[in-house]
């Protein structure tokens, strides 16, 4: 069973290792006991967030069509995904982050090397406004759950890489928290060197593999 996390506080950009190994997979993730302390402590905190394990439908969906969010149906799922991916792609537009459209779902590619400093889970100034256009979009388009994965090259411990990755993701996150969207939205995970995308034989390779994705994901109902 993969265990995951739905949101954290901004407060874990100051964590350095508050995981836990889970029983079932035997992967670190971030403790409950840690992502329970995080919550409520103000700050431009994911407050509203859940952090735990999530098993079978995804909880976020069936919170946010009880809150009054309709969900998507039929034809209405492709066209609703189409607009808000030509919106994104009209905002970040030279930003240097990629929008790629896989069925019904769209995925945002945030190179580290134009988000973070190395070894840094802080946003660098001249991003957070290329986050505030997503967020724009994000906040017109509320029928979309939003995952959030970090992710690095190979470099480093496998514990470090996760820790990185995770605070990372959480940054991203809590930005576009702050402009105004849906906290129940959010699913966050570090995926630390787990799932590169090019070789980290080479520094080309680690560059790419060193990131944040985003991925939209209509809400069906």
Not at 7 to 25: F, K, M, N, Q, W
């Amino acid at each position: 069973m993969k265990s995951k996390i739905i949101a954290a506080s901004i407060a874990a950009l100051a964590l350095t290792a508050c995981t836990t190994t889970d029983p079932y997979t035997g992967q670190q993730r971030i403790s409950n006991t840690a992502g329970g302390a995080l919550l409520g402590t103000g700050g431009g905190a994911l407050a509203g967030a859940l952090v735990g394990a999530a098993v079978g439908g995804d909880p976020r969906v069936g919170a946010l069509i009880g809150a009054g969010v309709g969900g998507l149906t039929g034809a209405a799922i492709g066209n609703y995904m189409d607009q808000q991916e030509a919106e994104l792609r009209a905002q970040l537009q030279g930003t240097g982050v990629s929008v790629t459209r896989v069925g019904d779902q769209i995925i945002l590619n945030m190179p580290s090397n134009i988000t973070f400093a190395t070894d840094s889970a802080t946003v660098q100034p001249q991003f957070t406004s290329t986050l505030t256009s997503v967020a724009l979009v994000l906040k017109k388009f509320d029928k979309t759950i939003v995952d959030v994965y970090g992710h690095t090259d190979s470099t480093g411990s496998a514990e470090y890489n996760l820790g990185l990755s995770q605070r990372r993701a959480v940054s991203v996150a809590t930005l576009l928290a702050n402009q105004g969207i849906d906290q129940r939205r959010f699913y966050i995970e570090g995926m630390g060197a787990t799932q590169p995308i090019a070789s980290n034989a080479n520094e080309s390779g680690r560059a790419q593999n060193r990131r944040v994705e985003i991925k939209l994901s209509p809400i069906q109902g």
